[in-house]
């Protein structure tokens, strides 16, 4: 008796794919034969769409905290509005958050504009969250910017 992985085969058209994990519900697969590969590319596209989500809404995490430390709550809480809009968000509407996130990184009254003076048990000087707070709106423009690219080359945010 040979020790098989245990793993389920589904056969698509003249595609073989091997079902080898899942992630966040979205399962994988590997190509085992020949023809069509489209159906292989959406798992993968999910996982991606997945991990570019994650590190913005990690980033506006981080951001939400920054301001709630330094007394900026209304700002908090507009950040994790945001975190919860891109959790949720139909396809179509993925865009308009993005923008809108952009829209309050940088000028006059946007994140970049707060004087942020955490509070002594953040354990953080105000130097300290300024220099976050400068990384924080570069981050988080290569973040949206790297979505927006996919999604310009086909790839639309889903659930």
Not at 56 to 64: I, P, Q, V
Request: with cysteine; net charge negative; proline share 4%.
């Amino acid at each position: 008796m040979t020790n098989r992985p245990n793993h389920a085969f589904q056969r698509t058209g003249t595609v073989r794919f091997l079902h080898v994990s899942s992630f966040g519900g979205c399962p994988l697969y590997h190509c085992l034969g020949s023809g069509p590969v489209a159906r292989s590319a959406e798992p993968r596209r999910s996982v991606h769409e997945m991990k570019m989500k994650k590190e913005l809404t990690g980033l506006l995490s981080e951001a939400a905290e920054l301001c709630e430390c330094s007394g900026y709550t209304d700002q908090a809480n507009w950040f994790r509005d945001r975190i919860e809009m891109i959790r949720q968000v139909e396809s179509g509407e993925m865009q308009t958050v993005l923008e809108e996130i952009q829209g309050v990184l940088a000028g006059m009254g946007s994140f970049s504009d707060l004087s942020l003076c955490p509070s002594p048990d953040s354990g953080m000087t105000r130097e300290q969250a300024r220099l976050r707070q400068w990384d924080l709106v570069s981050e988080m423009d290569e973040a949206i910017e790297k979505i927006k690219k996919t999604s310009n080359n086909g790839f639309h945010g889903t659930r």
